[in-house]
């Protein structure tokens, strides 16, 4: 039963205040997905981080609302909830309102993004370990203001990130009888993972009340699951990565950090436009309860290579270690998360290639290179076509976010913090797409990525300003890949101080058939892991299909 908490009468409260309302009244919940629903406060700060924790482990707290959540039907493994608190920044933020760009409002219709990382479990007691992360949070939200703040809407219909030091939500949880072995060893992807996230399947424009951000600390039987999930409407991948390397490094006392987010607001992306929302504001726009079927494919180094060879009709040889090489420095002139361990790794393949090659005479290029990653979207592009068993002459549709930072002019920073993303579609009938070579599908998405420079972005911003919407997220006609996330992020920098992650997952958020993530491979240097979701049949295609799997090494 939901039991109401009384309204406050005043919105500005000391933390003492506070933790005299936390013992309010509260809604007595199963211990199931723990959200801290908390409204827009301004809380004074002392020089210490401030955690307030609910009276029950088994409770969740909000202030002037009614809390109601769905459990899911049935829940695969038994997870139990050791505590739940709040987590504020340890210095009062001074950072202004943040206008929401024409980049960020189209995100208020998707789930918040869920990621996180699988650890090994660390060798101290796993109270030190929730102290630490505590602490570590609050430090860093000092340095990401936005992520402890809320959204709000002015008169005018304009919608703001408030930097109000409201906090975020920290959750300890138990799963321990789910080992490292459960989550890595099944060829798809097991249910288990979508419990280790926070604000389950939450949509980006009730960050209004709900926490820009929470993280979700989940002990298995031999390791440790860290999830954070954050407004999609607040972040994009590249700010997520950067927050979450950044809580990392604090935590394993780092002190001087040059990822600095850049928090400004004059780019072309702020617009005069106002986009209007429904009442109660939007919703997703694909169905959350088809049945779908998960798993990460990856790719080793080698594998690309042959298939980069393949897509540019080359012979592949030992020595394609040196072009590989070459276009990961390429990629870094674009990618501030130029790590010491690729750069080692290039560093060895250039130094075996000058030790062991003889000079010899090349033919100058008369065709586009196409990458390694266009090469492997095309593959995977090819094969689902084939599994999907569409009519020749439907039209399919392959989606491509991309990151706007370093296309625009000027440049934006490369740490801006929010969302610098468009999504590239590229079209093609199913027909041309089985039966051409693999170069010519990889060749409509090369040409379509080139072409998206700053022109291509500001045209974006100009057709989105004539007609502001929500993205419409989804497979609408049953022929649609979405490709998120990226191989350059730096997911596997995450170590808080006993090791990088074994793995890294999603939650539930933003699945539907056809949504594609790819990620770096634990390995670097050019591995890839891709994270497939599909209808169970057509996975099943995929899976048989000879050849996408002959490159596949997992």
């Known amino acids: 039963m939901t039991t109401k908490i009384t309204k406050l009468s005043e919105n500005k409260l000391t933390s003492t205040g506070l933790c005299q309302l936390v013992h309010a009244p509260i809604s ?37 609302t009614t809390l109601d959540f769905k459990m899911p039907s049935s829940s695969p493994i038994s997870i139990s909830v050791v505590s739940e608190s709040m987590v504020f920044p340890d210095q009062t933020s001074t950072l202004g309102d943040l206008k929401l760009s024409v980049s960020d409002l189209p995100m208020l219709s998707c789930h918040y993004i869920q990621k996180g990382g699988l650890f090994t479990k660390p060798s101290f007691p796993i109270q030190s370990l929730i102290s630490l992360l505590k602490t570590g949070l609050s430090q860093t939200l000092t340095r990401f203001p936005p992520l402890a703040g809320r959204l709000i809407t002015d008169k005018d219909g304009y919608l703001y990130i408030t930097c109000n030091d409201a906090g975020v939500g920290f959750i300890h949880a138990t799963a321990t009888e789910v080992s490292v072995r459960d989550i890595l060893s099944p060829t798809h992807v097991p249910e288990s993972v979508k419990e280790f996230f926070a604000l389950d399947r939450t949509v980006s424009y009730t960050g209004h009340h709900n926490p820009i951000l929470a993280v979700q600390v989940t002990e298995l039987k031999d390791g440790v699951f860290i999830g954070c999930a954050v407004n999609h409407a607040v972040t994009d991948g590249t700010s997520l990565w950067n927050f979450f390397n950044t809580f990392a490094e604090v935590c394993r006392g780092g002190k001087s950090f040059s990822r600095k987010p850049d928090f400004t607001r004059e780019s072309i992306l702020i617009s005069k436009a106002v986009l209007q929302l429904p009442e109660g504001g939007p919703k997703v726009t694909f169905n959350v309860n088809e049945p779908l079927a998960e798993r990460i494919f990856s790719f080793s180094r080698e594998a690309i290579l042959k298939l980069k060879a393949r897509t540019n009709n080359k012979k592949w040889t030992q020595n394609d270690d040196v072009a590989a090489a070459v276009e990961i420095l390429g990629k870094q002139s674009n990618n501030p998360y130029n790590t010491n361990k690729n750069g080692a790794r290039v560093t060895a393949i250039f130094e075996n290639w000058f030790n062991n090659s003889k000079p010899q005479i090349t033919e100058e290029k008369t065709t586009a290179e196409i990458s390694s990653f266009q090469s492997l979207c095309a593959l995977l592009w090819k094969a689902v076509t084939r599994a999907r068993k569409l009519p020749e002459a439907k039209t399919t549709t392959f989606r491509m976010a991309v990151n706007c930072r370093h296309r625009l002019e000027p440049k934006l920073d490369a740490y801006y913090f929010g969302n610098a993303i468009q999504s590239i ?122 050849e996408f799997m002959q490159y596949v090494s997992n």
């Open 425 to 546: 579609p590229t079209y093609a009938s199913a027909g041309d797409v089985g039966s051409r070579e693999l170069r010519w599908c990889a060749e409509q998405l090369n040409e379509n990525v080139k072409a998206h420079g700053s022109d291509r972005v500001r045209e974006c911003v100009g057709d989105w300003e004539k007609n502001p919407r929500v993205f419409p997220l989804g497979n609408f006609d049953g022929a649609s890949m979405t490709m998120g996330s990226s191989p350059r992020f730096p997911m596997y920098d995450n170590d808080f101080g006993w090791g990088r992650p074994l793995a890294v997952r999603s939650g539930r958020a933003n699945k539907f058939d056809g949504k594609i993530s790819a990620f770096p491979g634990r390995d670097g240097a050019g591995t890839v892991d891709l994270e497939v979701v599909l209808s169970p049949e057509t996975m099943a295609g995929l899976e048989s299909d000879l």
């Open 28 to 64: 007595i919940l199963p211990p199931y997905k723990y959200l801290l629903n908390l409204p827009s406060l301004l809380i004074p700060k002392s020089s210490t981080p401030l955690f307030i924790t609910p009276p029950s482990q088994n409770s969740a707290i909000g202030f002037g």
